[in-house]
């Protein structure tokens, strides 16, 4: 990826770059698209660009995008898809704004989505990143994500996920990380996490290692060990459809591989020897759940991911060693801002 040249969010003047880059990856999405690409046609905030980087499809999502000149367009190549990291590094390689927002291809913003957003970077310069609240699309009124978070037990979640939306999560205020289906960053922020090297090769924002699946968990890990933190934005909203261009058996096993390539890449020792039995208790539990629907190709998928993790882990250890030299947060600091796994 190219080096990000950070610097604060300005107005923009004529000739000059957007204040926003909407990164918005897609394969064989054609279908999700047309409504994304409109859904951001109809922004209140107008000073971005929107950038699409087609991952080597194979449906009509040329088509789509050739009805959309505006849309500054990144064709990967190919027909064998580059996978959901590869995709939005291509997308950052290119982007021009100060503020850098990711976008799903099956998430639709409300109009005021990137005014909210962009607004909440303005107000709270200590945030470096701006997490949306995700709905689901066919199920407005129960959540997906109000921001992420990170367990003591090595299992990432999303808050709120499958609850009805009574007002609980209308507060502005800090969350741990953003689900990256809908999330914008500071442009100084991942210049600086593509600088400290936490990637394979170095230099990128989100790590090839992953592939997909994951990967905004290990950004917002590796975040928060630079120092860096996280606003949710209730006003900024989008309805996502989970998993439409994902999902079954492929997310199942980069599920269960990265969940272990994550923990021995990104936690601090200190917190992994203190909550290992944790940790090995949430494996064991997802193990024998597996094992119980074993059946399902789904099930048989999350095994071989789990199984390949435990396997491959010492491929992160170089990486590992880069992101724990260049952590600014100390391992108790760290720990605390992580979550008490729920009782069973």
Same mark, same amino acid.
């Given at each position: ?16 770059s957007? @204040?926003?880059?909407?990164?918005v ?6 279908g &999700?698209?047309?409504e994304?690409?409109?859904a951001?046609?109809? +922004? ?10 087609d991952?080597?499809s ?39 704004? %100060?503020?850098?927002? &990711? ?18 970077? %303005?107000?709270n ?11 689901? /699309? ?11 978070y ?11 996920v ?5 007002? +609980? /999560?209308?507060?502005? %205020?800090?969350?741990f ?7 914008a ?19 990128k ?10 990967e ?15 606003? /949710? ?12 261009t994902?999902g079954g ?5 980069y ?9 021995a890449k990104?936690?601090? &020792?200190?917190? @992994?020897a ?7 208790k949430? +494996?064991?539990? @997802? ?6 629907? @074993? ?8 095994l ?24 600014? &947060? ?15």
């Amino acid at each position: 990826m190219n080096s990000f040249e950070p610097s604060g969010i300005h107005s923009s003047e004529v000739g000059t770059s957007p @204040i926003v880059s909407v990164i918005v990856p897609t394969r064989n999405g054609a279908g &999700l698209l047309v409504e994304c690409l409109e859904a951001l046609g109809r +922004q209140t905030y107008q000073d971005f660009e929107t950038i699409v980087v087609d991952d080597a499809s194979t449906d009509g999502t040329s088509e789509v995008l050739g009805s959309h000149p505006d849309v500054k367009v990144v064709k990967l190549p190919g027909e064998r898809g580059h996978g959901f990291v590869a995709a939005v590094n291509a997308g950052l390689a290119v982007a021009r704004g %100060e503020v850098l927002a &990711l976008l799903n291809n099956d998430a639709v913003p409300d109009p005021d989505w990137l005014s909210e957003l962009v607004g909440a970077l %303005e107000r709270n310069p200590w945030a470096s990143m701006a997490a949306s609240k995700l709905v689901l /699309y066919d199920r407005p009124d129960t959540f997906h994500s109000t921001g992420d978070y990170y367990s003591l037990d090595g299992l990432p979640n999303s808050r709120g996920v499958w609850q009805r939306d009574v007002g +609980q /999560y209308d507060r502005e %205020e800090e969350v741990f990380g953003p689900c990256a289906a809908a999330a914008a960053y500071r442009r100084s922020a991942l210049a600086d996490l593509a600088r400290s090297g936490g990637t394979r090769p170095t230099g990128k924002v989100l790590d090839p290692q992953l592939w997909m699946y994951l990967e905004d968990v290990d950004l917002d890990l590796r975040a928060r060990l630079r120092g860096h933190r996280t606003v /949710y934005v209730p006003t900024a909203k989008v309805r996502h459809r989970l998993s439409a261009t994902g999902g079954g058996p492929l997310a199942s096993y980069y599920v269960g591989r990265n969940t272990i390539y994550v923990i021995a890449k990104d936690l601090p &020792l200190r917190v @992994i020897a203190r909550n290992l039995p944790r940790m090995a208790k949430a +494996q064991a539990h @997802i193990v024998l759940e597996a094992v119980r629907h @074993i059946r399902g190709p789904a099930s048989r998928a999350r095994l071989r991911g789990v199984a390949a993790g435990l396997i491959t882990w010492p491929r992160v250890l170089g990486t590992r060693r880069r992101v724990m030299k260049s952590a600014r &947060l100390s391992a108790a600091d760290f720990e605390a801002l992580l979550e008490h796994p729920p009782d069973p």
